[in-house]
């Protein structure tokens, strides 16, 4: 095979990659954004049609998905998107695989932030804005440092790890630094015709 059809055969192959990164980002995101709480999930069950965007498989992901992690969930859409995107453009990455294992972390800290913002002192609140994980996260924080005792405000706390969370999962996504400076800028650009 020629050097240049061998190019081109990896080029395809490194495009249809990201191509399905970028899908499964969709079908991901359209199943959480679709989500009602009265489809059959796996702690529910009922003879109703899944009203889910995906139907029943994305009722099942995103119970499953939201049930376990909260809204940190929607760090796997966008994670999904980010790295799709990389792939596609064929742009390069330091730290590919440090950045991969930075994704669990950051999951599980946007989760820990989400569940000390639910309202309220109710379990159910932070299982459903943390879920499960942020949940017990939580529990272990407070209960092994004995958090509570220093009286710090669930807001200041997630005030911290919300913030450290949404940052790491950036990086596990394939951003970069240089693109968080340029954030300011593009987003002044988009708003001019709508200040115009």
């Known amino acids: 095979m020629p050097a240049g059809w061998r190019r081109g055969f990896w080029r395809a192959a490194r495009v249809l990659a990201g191509l399905v990164l970028l899908a499964a980002a969709g079908a991901v995101g359209a199943a ?8 059959p999930g796996f702690n529910q069950a009922t003879t109703t049609a899944a009203r889910n965007w995906l139907s029943l498989p994305g009722a099942w992901i995103a119970s499953l998905l939201l049930e376990t992690m909260g809204l940190a969930a929607a760090v796997i859409p966008l994670a999904l ?3 799709g995107a990389v792939v596609v453009t064929g742009a390069r990455r330091r730290m590919v695989m440090g950045r991969l294992a ?16 639910a309202p309220g002192e109710e379990l159910i ?18 209960g092994s440092w004995h958090a509570s005792a220093l009286g710090i405000p669930d807001e200041l706390w997630a005030a911290i790890i919300l913030p450290t969370g949404l940052f790491l999962s950036f990086l596990a ?8 400076r340029a954030l300011p800028r ?10 115009a």
Request: proline share 5%.
């Open 32 to 39: 959480l954004l679709s989500y009602s709480p009265d489809d």
């Open 173 to 180: 996504a394939g951003g970069r630094l240089r693109d968080l």
């Open 102 to 117: 930075l994704l669990p972390i950051a999951i599980s800290l946007v989760a820990l932030g989400c569940a000390f913002l």
């Open 81 to 83: 998107a980010g790295w």
């Open 125 to 142: 609140r932070r299982v459903l804005w943390g879920g499960l994980l942020g949940a017990v996260l939580r529990s272990m924080l407070l």
């Open 186 to 195: 593009a987003v002044m650009r988009a708003l001019r015709p709508l200040l």
